[in-house]
């Protein structure tokens, strides 16, 4: 009985103290954390501590002995008020408080910082790396290493020259000598796979881009910035002036960053068909406690059925990356894929280092480098950090944007500040899964025709948005095409390919207009609506 009572008035105040703070501005903590003084000594021993966390209904983290401290972690919706509320219940609970963020407000003074809306979206706030927040917590490591496998890097460029990998043996040994012993001669800031040799300068730019966006020098009154703008950038070309390359070199250039300490290689490159030699020399990376960051790829596929290599081998420490505007969509030309792509970051559009200047590119070669950046950030923050919990814990943390679920395994794009503390991100207000719904039967024909085209109608009466779910969508890519339009007949967004388990984008007003068009060739399943989302 007492039980029963004790539950019951546990309840009741969370859900009061819900209601009295729900508008109130909090303090910025991290998510779900408090710091927890009990007045009885405080043991690091795990079995103590697991009848601990029963005892506080919460998970304790880790423990400040000294200070007879405890961190907790409960569910992220809860109220700091609430927490304070139950945990103080506990007669051996002298007091509780959010697990507070302090910030050196390090913002580096790079002129062209403002244009990076990589790093920080002032049209669409959100839609970014966070690398402002990121920065107050780390900036990276000198000591970790970068390899850029791609067409070299200008190391000679103002923005990269002072976060350029150094070979000391032979920076400081004999021209003409392999100093080192690793069959390179003269490598002093990385590797030329093309002509075997030393000198990795970039002919193409390509890759002095992605190395910018990566590890641009920050805090240095010039140009860019990088995301971790204190690492080292090791060279690794195999890719030549025209941006094409071969498999040998692509081996030879993945075998020498292992070989030489690189811990993040970043791979902005694809092709091919699968090769057991190139799955060896990933995994040998993998073996070696790299992670391998790669392109989806720009063709618009689904990897899930398509494979786009190197980003879709079955080797742990590779995290597939595809693009998004700065808007929060998937780009245009981006690849997917719901399980084979891991993540997504900004590709459009991307201002960084090329030449002894700077240019704007877009790929996936551009959202790659982002997230090796991240990874570097991770890495820096905590060396002890292995390829698959760096890899889960950027799918974890990832920031949902509804236009990415079912399209990358993590539903959003990559979050440094949120990668780095361990942070789940609360839900998207703006994503129709945590809308309201009601049931919707559309159907196209199982299968559909050819040279076919219909109109159906959807609405959610007195809606002010809604948003169409389609449980199953299979048509064929870019021929076979669902067009949603708004009720005055404005497009929305046009659909096709393989799509099951998504929301379409969000439609103003109550209604939507389906238009489905396909041609003479190959058909499929179709797609059924069972479902639409409003708000």
């Not at 000591?143 to 000679?156: F, H, K, Q």
């Not at 280092?353 to 590119?361: A, E, K, V």
Request: glycine residues 10%.
């Amino acid at each position: 009985m007492r039980l029963m009572e004790r539950a019951t008035r546990l309840a009741v105040a969370i859900i009061a103290s819900a209601g009295l703070n729900a508008f109130a501005a909090e303090p910025e903590a991290v998510p779900g954390e408090y710091l927890v003084k009990m007045r009885s000594p405080v043991s690091e021993d795990k079995a103590v501590l697991n009848v601990l966390s029963e005892q506080l209904g919460a998970t304790v983290k880790s423990t400040i002995p000294g200070m007879q401290i405890v961190v907790i972690q409960r569910a992220v919706m809860e109220t700091a008020e609430s927490v304070k509320e139950v945990m103080t219940m506990n007669s051996d609970v002298e007091y509780v408080e959010p697990n507070y963020i302090y910030r050196a407000n390090r913002t580096p003074d790079d002129p062209m910082l403002g244009q990076l809306w990589g790093l920080n979206n002032t049209q669409n706030p959100g839609v970014d790396v966070n690398a402002l927040k990121a920065w107050d917590i780390e900036t990276g490591n000198q000591d970790l290493i970068v390899a850029i496998i791609d067409t070299g890097i200008n190391y000679n460029h103002p923005d990269l020259v002072g976060n350029m990998w150094v070979n000391e043996a032979e920076a400081n040994g004999l021209p003409g000598v392999d100093d080192d012993g690793n069959g390179v001669v003269d490598d002093i800031h990385g590797y030329n796979a093309i002509q075997n040799s030393g000198d990795p300068m970039d002919d193409n730019g390509h890759g002095t881009h992605c190395a910018g966006t990566i590890g641009g020098k920050g805090n240095d009154g010039k140009g860019i910035v990088g995301v971790a703008w204190n690492v080292k950038l090791m060279g690794a070309k195999f890719l030549s002036a025209s941006g094409g390359g071969t498999l040998e070199g692509a081996v030879r250039a993945i075998d020498y960053s292992t070989r030489m300490g690189a811990k993040v290689l970043s791979n902005s490159w694809g092709g091919g068909g699968f090769s057991q030699a190139l799955f060896d020399i990933i995994q040998r990376s993998n073996e070696a406690g790299n992670v391998f960051v790669a392109a989806a790829g720009n063709s618009r596929s689904n990897n899930d059925s398509t494979a786009s290599y190197p980003a879709t081998y079955d080797v742990p420490n590779i995290i597939s990356v595809a693009a998004v505007d700065s808007s929060g969509k998937l780009a245009s030309f981006s690849s997917y894929g719901k399980t084979k792509v891991h993540v997504a970051a900004p590709g459009v559009d991307i201002l960084s280092s090329t030449g002894g200047g700077y240019s704007t590119m877009s790929g996936t070669s551009m959202a790659t480098p982002h997230v090796s950046g991240v990874v570097a950030l991770m890495l820096s923050h905590d060396p002890t950090l292995d390829a698959v919990t760096v890899k889960e814990r950027l799918v974890a943390t990832s920031k949902p944007l509804p236009a990415l679920r079912g399209k990358v395994k993590s539903g959003g794009m990559v979050d440094a500040e949120a990668a780095m503390l361990n942070i789940t991100p609360p839900p998207n207000e703006n994503d129709p899964r945590n809308w309201q719904s009601v049931p919707v039967a559309v159907s196209s024909e199982h299968p559909y025709q050819n040279n076919f085209t219909a109109t159906y109608d959807v609405s959610v009466p007195g809606a002010r948005q809604i948003s169409v779910y389609f449980e199953k969508f299979q048509t064929e890519n870019r021929f076979d095409t669902v067009t949603i339009k708004k009720a005055d007949g404005t497009v929305v967004e046009v659909l096709s390919g393989d799509n099951d388990d998504t929301f379409s984008a969000v439609i103003d007003g109550d209604s939507a207009i389906i238009e489905f068009k396909t041609d003479g060739s190959a058909v499929r399943y179709g797609w059924d609506i069972t479902k639409a989302a409003w708000r």
